[in-house]
């Protein structure tokens, strides 16, 4: 039997909405997201498309990302279809892309739903963070 | 500055179950759709013997269920190896191939290969499919390899749903279970009958019978009985008492004991303790007076009777050296009174003969009277 070493597993992809700031200080440390978004534009010859969030809010800085898809193929992608993927976040001042490594079709999903499970998850986890920290005694 | 507990580690207030009683939590025997960081940091259970069998609060966890993105695969000669992602954590899942030789094959009608050919390669297409950035669905043991841990999986497949409702539905499904099962210790109660935290002085009804069977031979003793019918038990104080005491079983969920037991208790806690009694040979039942019981070594009759019928086999050639046991017990049994007496009732008598002198007892389990 064998199993991938731990040097080989790549890092878990935090689930983001794309309205969020993905370079903010809280995911500093974060080297891959999952986002969700609608394909609204795609440049075949730079391997470059535009995500924008399925939901749109009101006052929000942050509404749409540029992400590479160089990795993925074969790349197939329609405009106005909604797409999951895993993307690799490098340092902003390199080129401000995103890389994606997986691409996955989500049309016919209930994004309302969706995003309600992952706030369902989110309130769990900031639950157990309280539950589970110990006050230093000191 | 706050240190985070490990949720994983047990708690203060979780009981450690020993492993003869892993079974009955049900999560033993089922797949836990556990998040994969928490699945990641799952300890050896501490009292455990058996290899991968983990600890989440105090359950003890071996198989695990997870569904999640391949963001990495492998091929090798006999298994796949897919790393998942979930959203918490990433796990790499060993997926074993279907056996070359497939031993269903038919030599018979062509119609039946071809299906058997066709199921064949629509599993190894199923297998083939799976592919970095799929959502698979996948159950297994969960084991460690070179220090790390991943699921060895007996099932797993992509997960086909056009609606995508399965993996919304899994998300939230997931968190309930954590608030209503997994986050919920297991309570565990020691051997004795006695639980062990914050509900002191409830016994099983195990325990309870044990210690009625007890009082009832003390008070006998005491009260130098030879015989009692079961109902005229309740009318003893001391041994009321000791049934009335708060039972597990019975326990409404109210914890002051101002509700009186329920009769219920009372009956069965008695019937128990005779049943106690019977089995360790004190008591014996009457064959005249069906509900009537005899306390054995009380018994006078039955006393004077085995004397009289060790005297007389003991003087015949056969039995010069002493009568077995096998051969007074079948004498004794042809009497009306003592048909109903039992094996361990016969050796505690001869026991308590012995000990008042009017037998001994010889090699190859025999009994001598003395004169």
Known sequence: ?138 | MCAVKDPTSLESGCTIIPENRWKKDPLFSCCCNLFIKDILDLRPYPSGSQECVFVYKNHPIRWVTTMGIIVKAEEKAKFHIYAVDDGTGVISCVCWKPKEDFNLRSNGEDGAQSLIERMENWHLEQLSCLEIGDLVNIRGKLIIYREMKQISAFSYGKVVDPSHTLEVRGMQDQVLRYTSVYDNPLKSTEHSGIKDQGTEGIKSMEGISQEVAEKILLVSTREKYQNFHLYELETVPDIYKVCCQPCEEFINGKENGEKSPPSEQIALALKNGVKHLLEKGHIFKSKRDRGLLHLTTANKDLRDVTCRILRAECRKQEYINGCQFQHLYNNIKTRTDFQYLTHSAMRNLLNSLEEQGLVISCNNYQFLPVR
């Not at chain 1, 969020?20 to 795609?42: A, N, Y």
């Open chain 1, 1 to 138: 039997m064998s199993s991938f070493s731990s040097t080989n597993i790549p890092p878990v992809a935090e689930i983001c909405h794309i309205h969020e700031d993905i370079f903010s200080q809280e995911r500093k440390h974060t080297k891959r997201i999952r986002i969700i978004g609608r394909l609204q534009e795609k440049d075949i010859n730079r391997h470059t498309v535009v995500l924008t969030s399925p939901v749109t809010q009101p006052n929000v800085k942050h509404s749409s990302v540029k992400v590479c898809v160089k990795l993925i193929y074969p790349f197939e992608a329609r405009l106005g279809s909604l797409y999951e993927t895993i993307v690799e976040v490098l340092q902003p001042e390199e080129d401000g892309n995103l890389h994606a490594h997986t691409w996955r079709c989500m049309d016919g999903l209930d994004i309302i739903m969706y995003y309600k499970g992952i706030q369902m998850r989110r309130e769990y986890f900031s639950q157990q963070n309280i539950n589970q920290a110990v006050p230093d005694t000191g």
